[in-house]
């Protein structure tokens, strides 16, 4: 069955107990699968320039410059150790995205059973060369803003290492918040068709409005998956937040509480459902033939077309 990541990212706006929060939350309330984070080294990852330069949207800056902000919503390896052992308390999985050789390396060392590759680091090889040497658990790497030739080249990179049966690789367009005709959810069967054999499977990391284009994600993959015999739908992820309006770039494309206790519920429902009858008759079909067709029943003979 699919698993749902619930995306906290940087919506806890560096507050350890709102992040806690979060994790109950999505464990209990919403019932997801999997809680992620997000892990950056700002003074690694940015210039100087970039470090020093105001944010690009003032309104959602927690810092007088971009550097500042991001400082201010991380955090650091103890506290990463603390979100996993709080995961690991409410029943729930831990993982995070790691964007650079620093970070990789403070949340490898946590074990979790996934880490995360997003759509901006993907093309950073010594980053991934990294955890596929160091690293045991699933990588989950997102083919957002990647072309065609990018994806076949991720792909192989891999391969050659030995670790693609240990590889999800996702589609997504990366935008906060998605349009719904760029969502383009064929793009999850172009990544069963062309390395569905070839990963461990496919992911979707949907970045739009409401839970309608994920249940559709779902019927696609499993269909596709059903007709192809390979290239299952492992995982969807939806970004998460306890208040839409809160400051912040990704609230707005995050589901709420209630949203993704929606999602939850419909996707592991819809899952059941996709599915062929065990038998010509099933069991509460028969207790409603005998109810509702008792009359052919009794004589032996279905009605006549007049």
């Known amino acids: 069955m699919v698993k749902v990541i619930a995306e906290i990212g940087c919506n806890h706006m560096g507050n350890m107990e709102i992040a806690k929060e979060m994790i109950q939350v999505a464990a209990h309330v919403c019932k997801a699968d999997v809680a992620k984070f997000q892990k950056r080294s700002p003074k690694e990852l940015l210039t100087s320039e970039e470090y020093n330069a105001a944010h690009p949207v003032p309104a959602n800056s927690y810092g007088a410059t971009y550097g500042e902000h991001r400082e201010l919503l991380e955090f650091s390896a103890g506290q990463h150790r603390e979100l996993a052992e709080e995961c690991r308390l409410n029943g729930i999985e831990y993982s995070t995205s790691v964007w650079d050789l620093t970070s990789a390396a403070e949340i490898a060392a946590l074990t979790p059973s996934l880490i995360k590759i997003p759509s901006a680091t993907n093309q950073h090889y010594a980053l991934q060369d990294f955890l596929c040497r160091n690293f045991d658990g699933e990588i989950h790497v997102s083919t957002g803003m990647t072309t065609k030739d990018e994806i076949s080249r991720l792909i192989s990179f891999y391969e050659e290492r030995g670790r693609s049966k240990d590889l999800v690789i996702y589609a997504c367009t990366s935008g906060y918040p998605v349009a719904f005709e760029d969502i383009c959810l064929y793009e999850i069967s172009s990544l069963q ?82 599915t062929f009858k065990r038998n010509e008759l099933l069991d509460v079909e028969v207790v409603q033939r005998k109810k509702l067709k008792w009359r052919e029943e009794k004589h032996g003979r279905m009605l006549e077309i007049a």
């Open 193 to 274: 068709e062309q390395y569905g054999d070839k990963v461990k499977s496919i992911g979707f990391s949907g970045h739009h409005l409401g839970i309608a284009a994920d249940i559709a994600a779902l019927a696609l993959g499993l269909s596709n998956r059903e007709r192809l015999g390979y290239g299952d739908l492992g995982y969807i992820e939806r970004h998460f937040t306890l208040d839409r309006t809160w400051k912040g770039t990704d609230h707005a494309a995050s589901l709420e509480p209630d949203g993704m206790r929606k999602l939850c519920r419909d996707l592991k429902n819809v899952s059941k459902s996709l």
